[in-house]
């Protein structure tokens, strides 16, 4: 089958703003309970985007680690490309795609690092192969090949033995604020729902759009 001719039809329930929450993160939660009861694989997997000093938007994957009413949070390395493009621009959209839900969230925001306190107990929680790796690997660094990588992650385990690993100073969190929620739901005939939280001072304003 031709890429261009692959269409499949969304026979699903729609979504309507009287089914709405009051509160947009309150809804993302239930949706996201949806998503964990459903099965999906990775829930809290979401693309996060930013454009970077030259003006390229800049776009991977990452794992939400955290949300409420501060706001979405994920870890990263600070030297990382995506760290980068985050400082450059202090803005920030994630999208969540829970496909076999036929359900898309988009967010966007000004972004900012969590705090030292609040990076700290989340890598304390880490396994410990991942404490390691966060400090083994120079994230979007070019690497000579396999076995420089392999060699930076023996000389890390060497180095702190069976003692506990702290975290390391170019690792931590970043907190994406939302000012705007955007809800999509698939529908037939393309006809989707897209329902719009879009914070207007100290309030959520809730906008049907079209699709």
């Known amino acids: 089958m031709e890429i261009a001719d692959r269409r499949e039809e969304y026979e699903t329930v729609g979504l309507d703003r009287k089914d709405l929450a009051a509160d947009p993160v309150e809804q993302f939660g239930r949706w996201y309970r949806d998503a ?21 938007p800049s776009s991977r994957y990452v794992l939400l680690k955290g949300y409420g009413d501060e706001g979405f949070v994920f870890y990263t390395n600070y030297r990382s ?19 076999p839900l036929r359900r898309q969230v988009r967010i966007h925001g000004p972004v900012e690092r969590t705090s030292g306190a609040e990076s700290d107990a989340y890598f304390a929680r880490r396994p410990r192969n991942h404490q390691v790796g966060a400090w083994a690997s120079p994230q979007s660094e070019v690497v000579e090949d396999r076995d420089a990588l392999d060699r930076m992650w023996t000389e890390v385990e060497a180095r702190f033995g069976s003692g506990a690993i702290p975290r390391p100073p170019h690792w931590g969190g970043y907190r994406v604020r939302p000012e705007m929620i955007e809800f999509w739901q698939g529908r037939p005939n393309r006809f989707h729902d897209r329902l719009r939280y879009r914070l207007a001072g100290d309030a959520w304003v809730v906008e049907r759009l079209a699709p």
Do not use: H, M, Y
Request: charged content about 15%; glycine content about 10%; hydrophobic content about 60%.
């Open 36 to 56: 964990e009861q459903a099965g999906i694989w990775e829930p809290n997997a979401c693309v996060v985007s930013a454009v970077d000093a030259a003006g390229w």
């Open 81 to 99: 490309a995506k760290a980068v493009a985050l400082e450059a621009s202090g803005r920030a959209a994630l999208t969540f795609g829970w496909l």
